[in-house]
């Protein structure tokens, strides 16, 4: 009687333990939260726009995060550029976000630039707008061209700053040599 109710007694448990096991391989998967469900995150990929069939803007991300419920992309080491006509500027910034319904591009993090005929601009943080097609910034700024330095607190431009408008404490000087 002993024996019939030790192999019982390790019935039981071997079969605990394949229960259990079964359980935690097959039965334990953990259920989608909320925040995973509406967001997707992506590394080393190329974002950009397009009007009339021609490129505006492109835009390479080290890593994004999509936000799907607002339709909102988090970016992170962004390097691309703007162009217009054969006029182009080269961008990088340390971050950023793309929002997709308001058309505006946000980039910030020590933002450097170079346009096609020779200028720089520095600031930090320059955001495009698609719906009037302009770049600015609301902090300080400086854009440097042809032995010129401009430096202001803020400013409206095209989107490869071939026009620019200076807001606040605007200064135009030579460059130190």
């Keep these: 009687m002993m024996i019939l109710h030790s192999k019982k007694l390790w019935l039981i448990i071997i ?102 005929d020779g200028g720089h601009v520095s600031a930090e943080n320059i955001k495009y707008d698609e719906k009037i097609d302009t770049l600015s910034t609301d902090k300080p700024f400086t854009i440097e061209k042809d032995g010129r330095i401009l430096s202001a607190d803020s400013f409206t431009a095209d989107r490869v700053l071939e026009e620019i408008t200076a807001k606040g404490h605007a200064k135009l000087k030579d460059k130190e040599k």
């Design 15 to 116: 079969m605990g333990i394949f229960i259990g096991l079964f359980y935690f391989f097959f039965c334990n998967k953990e259920k989608p939260t909320e925040e995973n469900q509406s967001t997707i995150e992506f590394t080393g990929v190329e974002l950009k726009e397009e009007q009339n069939g021609k490129v505006i803007w492109k835009l390479k991300v080290d890593h994004g995060k999509v936000d799907r419920e607002n339709n909102i992309i988090q970016l992170t080491g962004i390097d691309g550029y703007f162009i217009k006509d054969d006029n182009q500027l080269q961008i990088a910034a340390k971050e950023g976000r793309w929002e997709k319904n308001n058309k505006i591009i946000f980039l910030e993090g020590h933002v450097e630039g170079k346009t096609s």
